[in-house]
């Protein structure tokens, strides 16, 4: 079943599973904030108390042309990472993989005082292999929740959607949709 009839995510719902996504958006935010801020700078109000520094002012057009550079550059990674999900999502083909481990990540930072309580935190990874044009392909995919969110264990059955063009770029359908093949 083709899953063009289907409903797709959307940019907003592809930030919070997409890693290439969020980390391209978050840098061309950062990008945008570091441009608009310097060019801020170094036009500050009459009444400013603190007084500007000369040599930022002689460097901030470059500062700030730097910044928007980046906030380009990865405003085009963003919109190409969704651009090639949602053909994956929309004109990939369904296979069958099989889940080979599952990998938990403890990513809290340890603090040698005892009055900072911290609330675990984890990243998720998971290792599928999967065959496609009589090749067998391995991948690893970090999660944004548990493996048993999507129902994948070790050793079991996982539907994947790959492009033709792409073997080797297979995205986990229940991650993406939220359902299985059939």
């Not at 797709?8 to 840098?27: D, F, M, N, Q």
């Not at 380009?72 to 919109?79: K, N, P, Q, W």
């Not at 090749?135 to 548990?146: A, C, N, Q």
Request: hydrophobic letters at 40%; a positive charge.
């Amino acid at each position: 079943m083709n899953p063009t009839s289907q409903s797709l995510p959307g940019i907003c719902s592809l930030y919070w599973i997409e890693p290439v996504i969020r980390g391209a958006t978050t840098t061309m935010i950062l990008g945008l904030m570091l441009a608009g801020g310097i060019w801020w700078v170094i036009h500050p109000q009459p009444n400013a108390v603190v007084p500007v520094d000369p040599d930022l002012v002689l460097s901030a057009p470059w500062i700030s042309l730097g910044g928007g550079v980046v906030a380009l550059l990865a405003g085009s990674v963003a919109l190409w990472r969704y651009l090639v999900v949602r053909r994956i999502l929309g004109e990939g083909e369904a296979i069958k993989g099989v889940v080979e481990a599952t990998d938990r990540h403890d990513t809290n930072t340890r603090s040698n005082s005892s009055t900072i309580q911290t609330t675990p935190t984890y990243a998720y990874y998971v290792t599928i292999r999967y065959e496609v044009r009589g090749l067998e392909r391995t991948v690893r995919f970090k999660l944004p929740h548990s493996p048993g969110t999507y129902g994948l264990k070790k050793e079991g059955d996982v539907d994947l959607l790959v492009l033709e063009s792409k073997p080797y770029q297979p995205l986990i359908r229940a991650v993406y949709l939220g359902r299985g093949v059939g």
